[in-house]
């Protein structure tokens, strides 16, 4: 008795309740970058091959989802491999071009994770920013364009001091730090469900 309840319930509800869900999968390049240490090191990173994977669903005029990409490079001084990988939190607005072209522009943050030897940290700060071209070929299946910069927060410092009297309270933040910029081309074939 449940199930048919159940059943009809759904079967009478509207179709558009349900979020779309995009699922990307896409190969591409990623630049090296350069990283310079608190000692003032500094290690340039070969570009190589990425693969990134997103989900995401629909919210508002756009969308928002998890990015994930992880790339294997090797440090041109020290001449051995290191993997990096992304996670973020991303959010992208939709622009339709023509019925079968549309653009998308968006932003994320996350962390980024790495075992490397100029750094004490595994897992730092990033944040991206992407923009590509989507070729749709259905409703439910496109052809994805995608450039996108990477940035990792390293050998960052953050520090506050705040008064309170009787009178006001007041704040001083100040933050340094360096960053390792990459750059990404990605190709990838968007799903939808």
């Not at 079968?100 to 595994?122: P, Q």
Request: proline share 2%; net charge negative; charged share 15%.
């Amino acid at each position: 008795m449940k199930r048919t309840s159940l059943l009809g319930l759904l079967a009478i509800l509207p179709l558009q309740i349900f979020a779309q869900v995009y699922l990307t999968p896409s190969i591409g390049f990623s630049s090296g970058g350069e990283v310079t240490n608190s000692a003032g090191d500094t290690y340039k990173i070969n570009g190589d091959n990425a693969l990134s994977f997103a989900i995401e669903t629909d919210f508002d005029t756009g969308r928002i989802g998890l990015f994930y990409s992880t790339q294997s490079s090797e440090v041109k001084s020290l001449g051995n491999k290191t993997r990096f990988d992304y996670l973020h939190f991303q959010s992208a607005l939709d622009y339709s071009l023509t019925p079968k072209l549309s653009s998308f522009l968006g932003l994320s943050l996350g962390a980024t994770y790495t075992d490397v030897d100029w750094s004490d940290e595994n897992l730092r700060f990033s944040a991206g920013a992407f923009t590509g071209l989507q070729y749709h070929f259905t409703d439910n299946f496109a052809l994805q364009l995608e450039a996108r910069w990477l940035g990792t927060s390293v050998d960052s410092s953050f520090d506050s001091a705040c008064v309170s009297d009787s009178t006001q309270s007041r704040c001083v933040i100040r933050y340094e730090g360096s960053w390792m910029n990459q750059v990404q081309g990605n190709l990838g074939l968007r799903f939808s469900f």
